[in-house]
């Protein structure tokens, strides 16, 4: 098995992304110029309400659509460049998508050990000497004894790692699951994200999680918001960060708003290593460390 000393996770470049869905009654922003980076080997949370943008953001990441505008680019390629044939050839190697939903990936009446199998023949004629056997993939995943049983006849837990052993099966750089705890009671959801641990500790995978529960992106290490199209801030290691944009705007959270109201004027002041904002009639200011980061 791989583990932490060879690390085989792809990173992840998002630069200026815009996308915006067509439609008779006007047209809908979903993206609104997203900066995103991704460190090989990194466990990523894209968490936000229903309509932020996250389940857009993971589409392109995975070359299901491509950006209105702006740079996607998943390790040294930018997929909005390449064409629909060398999309298929990445997703079917370098990228496992596991879709929300765990039975939309798999088939129901085979087994899970031939859910895995065919799912590594798309990948066997490009690098066949990469792929693991099955059952070493299922025992990563904590499903040893159950790689006969059929897909139809598992608890949704397991259903859920099944699934994200067949996004698994190529040995990819960069997994991506869209929802992976949702509507799992706390047992099942503790052993989702354990196994997606064990990918990432023993594989090196570059993980890419999309979730409402703040509580799943906590788990992941680093959970980056996504507010109105845009990444409105990010927690790392139990503390909240605003996000400056590639366009130098930020989005300030919930709390801060209700202190600095949308149309409040700020002076900007950067002097002795500190960056102040006072406002127009200098009622607050809030000193910021440049190095707070």
């Given amino acids: 098995m791989k ?12 630069r200026r992304v815009v996308h915006i869905y067509r439609a008779e009654g006007g047209d809908v922003v979903a993206l609104a110029g997203v900066d995103l980076d991704i460190a090989p080997g ?3 949370a894209l968490v936000g309400p229903s309509g932020s943008g996250k389940s857009t953001l993971i589409a392109l990441l995975a070359g299901l659509m491509r950006p209105s505008a702006g740079r996607v680019q998943i390790g040294l390629v930018d997929i909005g460049r390449i064409s629909e044939a060398e999309l298929a050839r990445l997703r079917g190697t370098d990228l496992g998508v596991v879709l929300q939903g765990a039975r939309r990936n798999l088939l129901p009446y085979a087994t899970v050990l031939s859910n895995v199998w065919l799912a590594q023949r798309r990948a066997a004629h490009v690098r066949p000497a990469d792929l693991e056997p099955p059952e070493r993939i299922l025992s990563l995943l904590g499903l040893t004894g159950l790689g006969h049983r059929k897909v139809q006849d598992l608890p949704p837990g397991a259903a859920q ?6 996004g698994m099966a190529a040995s990819p750089g ?15 959801r503790d052993e989702v994200l354990a196994a997606l641990e064990a990918v ?11 979730t409402h529960d703040p509580d799943v992106g906590a788990r992941l290490g680093r959970a980056v918001t996504i507010r109105d199209g845009r990444v409105g801030s990010e927690g790392r290691d139990g503390r909240e960060f605003a996000v ?4 130098g705007t930020v989005q300030l959270p919930p709390d801060v708003l209700d202190v600095l109201p949308p149309g409040t004027l700020l002076s900007v ?4 290593g500190k960056v102040t904002l006072v406002t127009d009639d200098h009622s607050v200011s809030v000193p910021v460390a440049s190095d707070a980061a």
């Fill in 3 to 14: 583990n932490n000393s060879s690390l085989t996770g792809l990173a992840v470049v998002c």
């Fill in 42 to 44: 990194e466990r990523v």
């Fill in 161 to 166: 790692r099944a699934a994200i052993a067949v």
């Fill in 174 to 188: 960069l997994l991506l699951v869209d929802e992976p705890t949702s509507q799992l009671d706390r047992t099942a």
């Fill in 200 to 210: 990432n500790t023993e594989r090196g995978t570059t993980i890419v999680a999309v």
């Fill in 244 to 247: 400056i944009a590639g366009d």
């Fill in 269 to 272: 002041e950067h002097a002795n």
